[in-house]
């Protein structure tokens, strides 16, 4: 078990759908991520939160659309993707005031598209 | 974009022996991280050294760290068939917040 909660834990959609992944942490993290990880391959970082801001966005396309109601949530809103979008989305915390502060992960969300 | 490459990309071994893995990186870094992924799971952080340090251990974990090479190994000694997972370095760079994995070492044990 992790402290990173992430729900679903799997997801099917078509490519007209719209879905939302969510992450929860309850360890006061003050930055949050969402990263990408196809198979055998390593996480490629889309989005860094701190704060409830977005501070960085990887060129990551529109359809993924990121949000932080507030300093233990955070959604990855879903909308007309494509199936080489299937992958395992992960979410990780840390101490934004820490530069040494490790990233903590969630089991992930196993997204396929059809 | 990928910061880090390792090596070997795949490692088979025996209960008991001792395996390293290898890690290089481009930019200059505030730290390097070696995380393990069972498969399908999240990644769990195993140990971080700092740009200013050359060697660390954990239980049995050594890293080393060197940045003149811009490299680093990661040894797990006597190890066992639950080590069997992939593993991966990141490196974190002087600006901060922006952790990049390298493309990660397979290792099975074999009991």
């Known amino acids: 078990d992790t402290e990173v909660t992430q729900t679903p834990k799997h997801l099917v959609m078509g490519m007209t759908n719209k879905k939302s992944l969510k992450c929860e942490q309850h360890?006061?993290?003050?930055?949050m991520y969402w990263y990408k990880q196809k198979a055998k391959k390593p996480p490629e970082l889309m989005f860094v939160?701190?704060?409830?801001?977005?501070?960085i966005n990887e060129s990551v396309p529109s359809r993924f659309s990121p949000e932080c109601p507030n300093s233990s949530l955070l959604n990855l809103h879903l909308h007309a993707l494509q199936p080489e979008d299937s992958a395992l989305y992960l979410c990780?915390?840390?101490?934004?005031?820490?530069?040494?502060?490790?990233?903590?992960f969630g089991n992930g969300t196993r997204l396929t598209v059809t | 974009s990928q910061q880090g490459e390792e090596d070997p990309q795949a490692l088979s071994i025996q209960e008991g022996e001792n395996a390293t893995m290898n890690c290089s990186y481009k930019?200059?870094?505030?730290?390097l991280q070696w995380y393990r992924q069972n498969s399908g799971r999240g990644l769990v952080h195993l140990i971080l050294?700092?740009?200013?340090?050359r060697e660390k251990h954990s239980g049995r974990l050594r890293v080393t760290l060197d940045t003149s090479k811009k490299s680093s190994s990661l040894l797990i000694t006597a190890s066992r068939a639950a080590d069997t997972a992939s593993y991966f370095c990141?490196?974190?760079?002087?600006?901060?917040?922006?952790?990049?994995f390298g493309a990660g070492t397979r290792l099975f044990v074999k009991a």
């Open positions: 990780a915390s840390s101490h934004w005031q820490d530069p040494n502060s490790p990233l903590h």
């Open positions: 360890m006061g993290h003050r930055a």
């Open positions: 939160y701190s704060y409830e801001k977005l501070s």
């Open positions: 930019t200059s870094i505030n730290n």
């Open positions: 050294i700092r740009s200013n340090e």
């Open positions: 990141a490196t974190e760079g002087t600006g901060g917040f922006k952790t990049i």
